[in-house]
């Protein structure tokens, strides 16, 4: 008997092991398009890391002896789902997986890498991918590229029947990455040739491939537009266009004169209207309405200000600020602009109503017209997207927005700048950023557009701020400790020693930075942060935070997390090195500054072109930039006017 059952138990066994020739294997059907095929292409990088086999992807399960299949697309089982938009579905029934999502692609690319990189197609099918991994497999993205991956290897799967889906409820939502743009690093503003030392100037291969790695980690975090209607300053050729003809459409200036000779900035596309011009109104309304016949589904009209600074001083203009019956206060320079181009939207939605109900205005509410209007009303359809201060804390926003919510408004999107703040040294502003952000998310948010045009690419410090903001962008409703957390897990047996050094920085950024806001903050506070380096930072800071990671260096065995850690410390020196160089202005510690980035430009990993044309910009580092004294200077007497 005993002969008999160890008998069936080898042949059990030899049969179970002959069933199956892999763990797994990945069926994409013949013609699939290129979304479909980056899925696959994806699911399978992952599942070779975790699982340490090839995996194969074939055309069709027949000859398949893989254990679990995996099958990317359209298949009879969602037959009667109707999908939304950029939604992601995966169903697991026993060994077989099914994952799709709504895919369209609008602008088809030569490589499948290429589409999915492009914002503007949408990757349903790659979302399901991601969803997939993330939830079954506990994969996390905590930077761009392949040393980005979090994963633990498994032998073998162990899924259990599942259905999941997610669509975004904010229809456009992303970080900009121009920081990888080679035209941008080499044009003549940034001027990586000028700048930069040599050492440090990146070949066009490498920002090239820094610059898909940043994409695909933004559709790893879900990141897409699929509706986002297009913005950003809406008035920038009217001078060029009409100047001549029509001077008395642009704002008067405090010498009287109207339009590029009335503006202290001299800059056309910057220009201010006289917006209380009725004639200007309905040029406008015109143009819309010649657009709205020639383009079809063309509802959304932008109407976002030229910037911030010389604003109309006209008698109407200046009465719309004060609702016609006050007299116009002394101080023109620092009252709300916000009634004016309240009344200005009102007009034009009133007007475009008439040749297009769907019609919508969107537009900015930034700097002298963000807070709310005191006397205007804003009339339906009008969606204002706000570029908030770094220093409007969340409680100011919280309660300016409920204002504005008192005075109609109702869609918003938000465009921060917070990010471009990075200048190399720890920011601990994730909690911040991620406080913010929920403010908004108590209006109906349409949209979210964080720049990082002028950001350092520095992942070591704020790839915690960037990886807490992306997941709450997916799902608002997760707290910020829960995600906080699952950022720390990716260290393993350090994770408590991490969270000390981000909670460190944090604490230093409330104590120090937030604290301070009247006096350092508004949107010159990278500049500031330059200036005044040693009212935010001291040298103790470097020494703590330099023992907590070395404790936590010790603790673990995990090459990867080795890694981060390692770049982790430093991170923190080079910061150490550039706070003394700040701090000191000397040719001899600048040196040291730049022999460290040298020797360390693998680990640390920034985008020198950029450091080094804001360094050559914003701060007198090395102690004879006499060009930015200069600049600084009458920046401030600008900006203080
Ligand atoms: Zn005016």
Same mark, same amino acid.
């Given at each position: 008997m005993l002969h008999k059952l160890i008998l069936f138990l080898f042949f059990s066994t030899y049969l179970f092991a002959t069933q199956y020739s892999t763990e797994a294997a990945i069926i994409l059907p013949k013609n699939s398009d290129k979304v479909k095929q980056f899925a696959a292409k994806e699911l399978q990088k992952h599942l070779e890391l975790i699982l340490n086999q090839n995996i194969l992807i074939t055309t069709s399960d027949v000859n398949t002896t893989s254990k679990y299949k995996f099958y990317i697309g359209k298949n009879k089982l969602f037959d009667n789902i109707k999908l939304k938009s950029e939604e992601s579905l995966y169903i697991i029934d026993k060994n077989s997986i099914y994952l799709y999502g709504d895919d369209l692609i609008i602008h088809e690319h030569k490589t499948p890498l290429e589409t999915v990189a492009d914002m503007k197609n949408k990757t349903g099918t790659l979302f399901a991918v991601y969803d997939f991994l993330y939830n079954e497999l506990n994969v996390r993205w905590t930077e761009p590229g392949d040393k980005g991956i979090f994963y633990i290897e498994q032998k073998n799967l162990d899924l259990k029947n599942k259905k999941f889906s997610w669509y975004p409820t904010i229809s456009f939502r992303y970080f900009r990455n121009d920081i990888w743009r080679w035209n941008k690093l080499t044009n003549k503003k940034i001027n990586m040739y000028k700048y930069t030392p040599k050492e440090l100037q990146p070949t066009q291969q490498y920002v090239d491939k820094k610059e898909f790695e940043e994409l695909i980690w933004k559709r790893r975090m879900k990141q897409g537009t699929y509706a986002k209607p297009a913005y950003g300053h809406a008035f920038t050729r009217y001078w060029d266009k009409y100047g001549k003809n029509h001077p008395e459409w642009f704002a008067l200036g405090v010498n009287g004169l109207r339009g590029l000779e009335g503006s202290k900035s001299h800059i056309a596309k910057r220009l201010k209207l006289c917006i209380s011009n009725n004639d200007l109104q309905k040029e406008i309304i015109n143009t819309w309405h010649k657009d709205f016949l020639k383009y079809k589904n063309y509802n959304i009209y932008n109407a976002c200000i030229? @910037?911030? *600074? @010389?604003?109309c001083r006209c008698k109407e203009c200046r009465a719309l600020d004060h609702d016609f019956k006050k007299n116009p206060s002394k101080n023109f320079e620092t009252e709300s602009k916000t009634d004016r181009y309240v009344y200005f939207w009102n007009q034009l939605i009133t007007e475009a109503k008439k040749f297009n109900p769907k019609a919508k205005i969107i537009a900015y509410a930034y700097n002298d017209y963000r807070y709310p209007p005191k006397y205007q009303q804003l009339k339906n359809d009008i969606i204002l997207g706000f570029v908030p201060k770094f220093t409007d804390l969340p409680q100011m926003t919280k309660k300016a927005l409920q204002q504005w919510k008192a005075k109609g408004l109702k869609e918003v999107f938000l465009r921060p700048? @917070?990010?471009?703040?990075?200048? #190399?040294? $720890?920011? #601990?502003?994730e909690k911040y950023i991620y406080d913010k952000f929920k403010v908004f998310n @108590? &209006?109906? &948010?349409v949209g979210v557009d964080y720049d990082r045009n002028y950001n350092f690419n520095n992942w070591a410090y704020d790839g915690i701020s960037y990886y807490i903001l992306a997941q709450a962008i997916n799902n $608002?409703? *997760?707290?910020f400790k829960e995600i906080e957390q699952e950022y720390y897990s990716t260290f393993k047996n350090a994770q408590k020693d991490i969270e000390k050094f981000y909670k460190y920085w944090r604490t230093n950024f409330e104590k120090n930075r937030l604290a301070k806001v009247e006096k350092? %903050? %508004?949107? *010159?506070s990278k500049r500031n942060l330059y200036k005044s380096i040693e009212q935010f930072y001291n040298i103790n800071n470097f020494i703590v935070t330099n023992q907590i990671l070395q404790k936590a260096l010790r603790k673990v065995k995990d090459k990867t997390v080795k890694r981060k850690i390692e770049e982790l410390i430093i991170s923190n020196k080079h910061s150490e090195l550039l706070f003394i160089a700040i701090k000191n202005k000397t040719k001899q510690d600048y040196d040291n500054l730049i022999h460290y980035r040298i020797n360390h430009k693998k680990e640390l990993n920034l985008s020198w072109a950029m450091v080094f044309y804001t360094e050559n910009r914003l701060t007198n580092i090395d102690g004879t930039n006499i060009y930015v004294k200069k600049v600084m200077r009458k920046l401030d007497n600008l900006l203080n006017n």
């Open positions: 030229n @910037d911030s *600074r @010389d604003y700048n @917070d990010f471009n703040d990075d200048i #190399g040294m $720890p920011m #601990g502003h @108590d &209006l109906h &948010l $608002p409703n *997760r707290t350092f %903050g %508004g949107f *010159r």
